[in-house]
């Protein structure tokens, strides 16, 4: 049981489900379709072993979904498998022998994939607030937030942990084990009687690939900074004797790779420079060793080095960070195939990541950047390498008033860049780059651009536009500054929501609106919400629009909404979901009231999920007697753990948000995402 699928996708921290929901790591979902391209030669895939040295790969338990591996460009190269895509579509549908294909270039995927820091979404549950119906409510009264429906320390110590524990003791079940093992994962606490640790490793010797792979992967979700922990990741991603020693033979290239995302998230969570150091050291062997070519194994240690997030105060703290990038560079300098190629995409988003805007490197890998888009050299002369390039761009680039600005040279290769390059996805994160970099000057470049673009460029302006919107409106509160006038960008993104029927840009300028925080839309967005159910995507992210507005007067629109998605699952989440960003109290208790709905594993499953992200402590008790339920099958049961995981979690925002932000997820390989059993897959 996968924790969740593919870029957890819609709302808030929440995901995608599938219609007939696939578990894989402890609680896949069906996120975006399967970005993972074909090995090249040279990369190495890097698939699920047929048996490793030690353990061997057990069968599936239950029913799972296929792992295709289509192209990057998104055109499949045989009959598709038909699985569901985070916007309700089908990747790969068939229809008398005619593919129908999802576009790998739509906005929603990036939207998916980053999603998690615009919504904050357990913040808005956990957040005292008025009722529904309420005086508070209706006069708009600002409430002090606290978080009075928290589960309590008692609660996750007492009830939730021993719980988990006592499932995952009493079965060898596949999905159970490893959505129990997330679960406890997420709470990242040792119980007086138990040490998480003991508890996962004991599953690195299961017969079973999946259980493995995430007995791993837990260790590191876990952040438990302890001798033990960190060596055993080390161990297992080095394949060293330690890692043979617990793992009961030669370690295999997933579940190495997991162990590797594992060290990083560890490291990423505490600010010891010597943790970050030790973690460094090992992550660098893999990158560094010519001997490796496995790109599952690289990409894992590429990512988790770009998340370490080492400090600058310090001289041993300065060091992690110049032998991170240091180490990311050479590799990216590297004379390398059209395998390793992908790899090496991944290295100017995750220096992005470690630099930000601002430190004394970023503007020699600007530069870099920058010639790359540019002028590339015949290594450099690859569609993956330039769309990570303009992603990178996007933090790493200075703010625009005019053109006299420190980054005004990067926008104008950034602008050029959408306007004339081949690859259409690199010109569209071009423009999205540009919402993010920000400035006057940005925000005029886009308004004309979004006025004129057509087709699929207009989704992607609406939803830069909504970008810049944001994150000017969010520098302005963080620095105790005057909002900025963005009326410009939300005037024009009325006047196009106004004008347009399509559902697929009707959900762009949702977004965008909700993104700028275009008050003034809300009633034309709360009519055509009522209006137009059958529409359940657009519907879906109408919901999540005027949830990013946090406007209470939609929350009984959105309720209704809630009540009548009946079994269509997707929208039952988003609306969820929104309720929750909106500080709806009562969205909880109506999902709880559906939890009887056994028969249907579909409505069961995202019934789970959601209470997983909008339940409050109310929900613990229902979900525990759910998950110790013997009349229910593993799946459900199963799912129970994934909502308490959800609920118990110790973080903000989901453990894998920090790897999804900002990613190239178009450079994609088996273990990162690929619909059902990468980590970017797992809720």
């Known amino acids: 049981m996968r924790p969740l699928s593919l870029t957890n996708m819609l709302c808030a921290g929440a995901l995608v489900l599938l219609s007939n929901p696939s578990f894989a790591h402890g609680g896949s979902y069906a996120g975006p379709p399967d970005v993972v391209p074909p090995s090249p030669g040279g990369g190495g895939g890097g698939g699920r072993p047929s048996g490793p040295s030690g353990p061997t790969t057990g069968n599936p338990s239950g029913p799972t979904a296929p792992a295709p591996s289509g192209p990057a460009s998104g055109t499949p190269t045989g009959p598709s498998t038909g699985q569901p895509t985070p916007s309700g579509g089908m990747t790969g549908r068939t229809t ?8 790998l270039s739509a906005w929603d995927l990036w939207w998916e994939f980053n999603k998690d820091s615009f919504l904050h979404l357990k913040d808005a549950v956990h957040r005292s607030g008025p009722e529904t119906g309420s005086l508070e409510f209706y006069i708009g009264r600002r409430m002090t937030a606290f978080d009075t429906l928290k589960p309590t320390d008692n609660q996750i110590m007492n009830d939730v942990l021993p719980a988990l524990k006592k499932a995952i003791d009493a079965t060898d079940q596949r999905d159970i084990a490893s959505s129990c093992m997330i679960a406890m994962a997420k ?6 009687t138990f040490k998480l640790v003991d508890v996962f490793a004991k599953h690195l010797r299961r017969n079973d690939q999946e259980v493995r792979e995430t007995a791993a992967l837990a260790i590191g979700i876990a952040g438990i900074p302890g001798a033990t922990e960190v060596d055993l990741l080390i161990g297992l991603a080095l394949d060293n004797q330690a890692g043979r020693d617990a793992y009961g033979g030669e370690v295999d290239i997933r579940t190495r790779s997991f162990a590797a995302y594992g060290l990083g998230l560890l490291a990423h969570e505490h600010a010891s420079a010597e943790l970050k150091s030790k973690a460094m050291g090992a992550l660098a062997k893999l990158v560094e060793n010519d001997r490796i070519s496995q790109r599952n194994l690289k990409v894992a240690a590429i990512e988790a080095i770009g ?11 300065r060091q992690v960070l110049v032998d991170a990038v240091q180490c990311l560079e050479s590799y990216y300098d590297k004379p390398l195939g059209a395998g390793e190629m992908l790899i090496a995409a991944h290295c100017p988003t995750a220096i992005a ?3 930000g805007r601002t430190h004394e490197l970023s503007g020699h890998f600007r530069d870099r950047f920058v010639a790359d888009l540019t002028a590339p050299n015949k290594q450099k002369k690859n569609n993956d390498i330039a769309r990570s390039c303009a992603l990178a761009l996007g933090q790493l680039g200075l703010p625009v008033d005019d053109k006299s600005s420190p980054g005004a040279a990067c926008s104008a290769v950034l602008f050029d860049t959408y306007v004339n390059h081949k690859d259409a996805q690199t010109r569209y994160f071009a423009i999205l780059a540009l919402g993010q970099i920000g400035g006057k000057q940005n925000r005029a470049l886009l308004v004309n651009t979004l006025a004129r673009a057509k087709g699929l460029d207009r989704h992607w302006c609406a939803l830069a536009a909504g970008v810049h919107s944001f994150l000017a409106r969010r520098a302005a509160e963080q620095a105790q500054l005057q909002m900025p006038d963005d009326r410009m960008i939300g005037e024009l993104l009325f006047k196009q929501f106004k004008e347009e029927s399509g559902p697929e840009i009707v959900s762009a ?9 275009h008050l003034e839309a809300v009633g034309a967005m709360r009519e055509r919400l009522l209006g137009d159910l059958n529409k359940q995507d657009q519907a879906g992210y109408l919901c999540i629009g005027l949830a990013l507005m946090g406007d209470r007067a939609a929350t009984e629109d959105v309720h209704k909404v809630l009540v009548a998605a009946g079994r269509r699952t997707d929208l039952m ?4 979901i929104a309720l929750g960003c909106l500080g709806d109290k009562t969205a909880a208790e109506y999902l709880r009231t559906r939890l009887d709905e056994g028969n249907n594993l579909a409505t069961l499953a995202a019934v789970s999920e959601a209470l997983g992200f909008i339940g409050d402590r109310n929900s613990i008790k229902p979900l525990q007697d ?14 129970a ?3 308490l995981g959800g609920i118990a979690d110790r973080a903000p925002l989901p453990w894998n948000a920090k790897i999804k932000a900002n990613i190239n997820y178009r450079a994609s390989v088996e273990t990162l995402t690929n619909q059902q059993s990468g980590i970017l897959d797992i809720l």
């Open 187 to 192: 709470i990242g606490r040792d119980h007086p």
């Open 307 to 317: 998340i370490l997030a080492p400090g600058t105060s310090t001289p041993a703290e």
């Open 641 to 643: 753990a994934v909502a």
């Open 626 to 639: 759910m998950l110790f339920d013997s009349d229910l099958g593993p799946l459900p049961r199963a799912f």
């Open 509 to 517: 300028l949702a977004v965008a609106l909700g993104l700028d925080h």
């Open 573 to 576: 989440r988003q609306a969820a």
């Open 353 to 355: 990541k470690l630099l």
């Open 96 to 103: 008398g022998g005619i593919a129908l294909t999802t576009d």
